[in-house]
Structures are given as C-alpha cells and as structure tokens.
C-alpha cells in the first residue's frame, strides 16, 4: 500500500517561507513522478508544482514561478516544496500526490494522495 504523508504547513507572515516535505513508503520512489496541489477554501484543488522521476523536468503554476521550488531526494523517498515570499493568496490546504506514469499537472494523472498539510499565510 502506497502512503504519501505531507508535513512542514503552518501559519506564516506575508514574505515568509515554507518546506513542505512529503514522505513515501510502499512504492520504489524513484518510480513515481511527483506533484504538490493545493485546495483554498471554497475552491477547486489546482496545480503547484511537479518534478519527474529523474528530477530532469519540472512544471510550476505561474502565478508560484520563481517563488517555489519543487525538489525530490530518492534517497529518502522524500519530495519537498520550498515557498519563499510567501503571499495571502497562498494560503490553502496543500497535498502531495505521486503519479506512477509520468510527471503532469492533471489531477487526474496522480494515483496517490496524501492528506494534506494546511498553509496558512497572514497579511
């Protein structure tokens, strides 16, 4: 059984920053492309970032380019989400998701989620 469990979320001042770290066990990691989404409230969950398996690619939202950054350690089976400058608008519930195919920014393309770790950012 694959588990993804998020952790690093919590209450942060507008500039601030955030690692989110996302911990995977039951699956070869290096076998799982990986991606963060994120859920406001009141809102559809969308797309942050992805990284492939072989950390070759990534994919960014705009409106996080050049503020986030998504990376993976095979080694430990951890991805992580690294979010500077932080904004209101980025508080949300944020989920980590694998997807054994290939790296994408569908939410239909991840096979496993984990239970998602709130950010909360204050002005």
């Known amino acids: 059984q694959v588990q993804l469990v998020e952790s690093g979320g919590g209450l942060v001042q507008a500039g601030g920053s955030l690692r989110l770290s996302c911990v995977v066990s039951?699956?070869?990691?290096?076998?799982?492309?990986m991606g963060w989404f994120r859920q406001a409230p009141g809102k559809e969950r969308e797309f942050v970032a992805a990284?492939?398996?072989?950390?070759?690619?990534?994919y960014y939202r705009a409106s996080v380019t050049g503020r986030f950054t998504i990376s993976r350690d095979n080694a430990k089976n951890t991805a992580y989400l690294q979010m500077n400058s932080l904004e209101p608008e980025d508080t949300a519930v944020y989920y980590c998701?694998?997807?054994?195919?290939?790296?994408?920014?569908?939410?239909?393309?991840?096979?496993?989620w984990g239970q998602g770790t709130p950010v909360t950012v204050s002005s």
């Open positions: 990284i492939s398996k072989s950390v070759g690619t990534t």
């Open positions: 039951g699956r070869a990691f290096s076998s799982l492309a």
């Open positions: 998701a694998a997807s054994v195919t290939s790296i994408s920014t569908m939410i239909g393309e991840y096979n496993y």
